[in-house]
């Protein structure tokens, strides 16, 4: 098996492709036109919504994506505070999230003037996580698809965003991606829908939205709301550390080292691991290498997750499939996969107590996936 010499993305990996050199199409430029272009629309969207009025058609100048987490919450402030935008702030509960940001949205709630939206649909998402769980992804796959589960996730809620925007008819809606998110995100709300409808087939689509997703791809250009990323403005400036600073200072922001950690993390891993040999965080790790090898000098990863630049990645990454698909397959001994496990995840800079918190989550693997109805398949030791 090759290796990418640059950022060690291995040469199976879905939608990616080797050249001679042994670098691979992400460390080239193959795709960065692709990401330009998308980079390009997002930001013409972008200088389009920080120009425009107020919206003629209601009280909402936006739909503003609200996870609680610190990106949306410093968003809020400014597009509220500094932008003088008329905010519809809407947080879906996704319920897979352990630590709610209940906290976060509660000070939001008293200090930022916006009108507030929680919408929910437990039922459907884990239907939806079902369905993707369950498959056998085709080979050799498309850009992402190793993370399509989480993918889908996210999709489903902001499709739900965006009808809740088309129904209302709010112009615009704001998504706090990060800067790296951005660039690998569909901009364009039918493209959305329609990459929804190619996973999931039209009878799943219709079931899972109730009919309504037809009224999204047959609309006037004009009736359909447009996906504006802020983070854009900033994509050289972005600093986690200073976010969170800003937003202590305002009383904004009650941190938790385990943020927007996800319960389904382990069967993340188990996914990506059982149909394309790589961690979850494979795509996060490359480029967090692809931008040290850039610039030597450079502390800071732009991208929300760090990975430790001493740490030999390939190394982690076969352990922890061999722990994972164990475990999946209810082999080896539970202690010493704990021990394992924490040992891996602080090599990968988590703290001793996060480490040991989400070593416990891949030892209920299982139990997780018997909730949502996830049926666990082979992947033998050394598979
Ligand atoms: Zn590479």
């Given at each position: ?77 400014k597009f509220v505070n500094e932008h003088g935008k008329r905010v519809l702030c809407y947080t879906f509960d996704v319920p897979f999230e352990s630590v709610h940001a209940a906290e976060n949205i509660r000070l939001a709630r008293e200090r930022i003037a916006a009108t507030f939206v929680l919408d929910s649909d437990d039922d459907t998402i884990k239907a939806v ?255």
């Open positions: 098996m090759r290796m990418c010499t640059v950022c060690a993305l291995k040469e199976n990996h879905p939608g990616i492709r080797f050249g001679d050199d042994g670098v691979c199409s992400l460390c080239t430029l193959d795709v960065a036109g692709d990401l330009m272009e998308n980079f390009t629309y997002t930001k013409r969207v972008f200088e389009e919504f920080t120009r425009s009025g107020p919206n003629p058609h209601g009280d909402h100048d936006c739909l503003f994506m609200y996870s609680g987490g610190k990106d949306s919450t410093y968003m809020l402030d996580m079902r369905e993707v769980f369950n498959r056998t992804p085709a080979k050799p796959g498309t850009y992402l698809d190793e993370k399509l589960p989480c993918v889908s996730c996210r999709t489903f809620f902001v499709i739900r965003a965006i009808l809740h925007a088309f129904r209302h008819r709010i112009p615009y809606i704001v998504l706090c991606a990060d800067p790296q998110q951005i660039l690998t995100m569909e901009s364009d709300v039918r493209e959305v829908v329609r990459g929804f409808y190619r996973t999931f087939g039209r009878r799943l689509a219709d079931e899972f939205f109730r009919g309504e997703l037809e009224r999204l791809l047959f609309a006037d250009d004009d009736e359909l709301p447009r996906i504006v990323f802020p983070f854009i403005a900033m994509r050289y400036a972005y600093d986690p550390d200073r976010i969170v600073a800003e937003l202590k200072e305002k009383g904004l922001y009650a941190s938790s080292p385990l943020e927007t950690h996800c319960t389904l993390f382990p069967l993340l891993n188990y996914y990506s691991f059982l149909n394309w040999d790589c961690m979850f965080y494979k795509l996060n790790a490359a480029s967090h290498r692809r931008a040290v090898r850039r610039d030597e000098n450079r502390h800071r990863s732009t991208f929300g997750i760090a990975f430790p630049r001493a740490v030999d990645l390939p190394a982690v990454e076969e352990r922890l499939k061999r722990v994972v698909l164990d475990i999946a397959g209810s082999r080896g001994e539970p202690a010493a996969q704990e021990r394992e496990l924490i040992e891996l995840f602080t090599q990968l800079d988590a703290t001793e107590d996060a480490a040991r918190f989400v070593a416990r989550q891949f030892l209920d693997l299982r139990e997780t996936a018997a909730d949502l109805g996830v049926v666990l398949r082979g992947g033998g030791a050394g598979a």
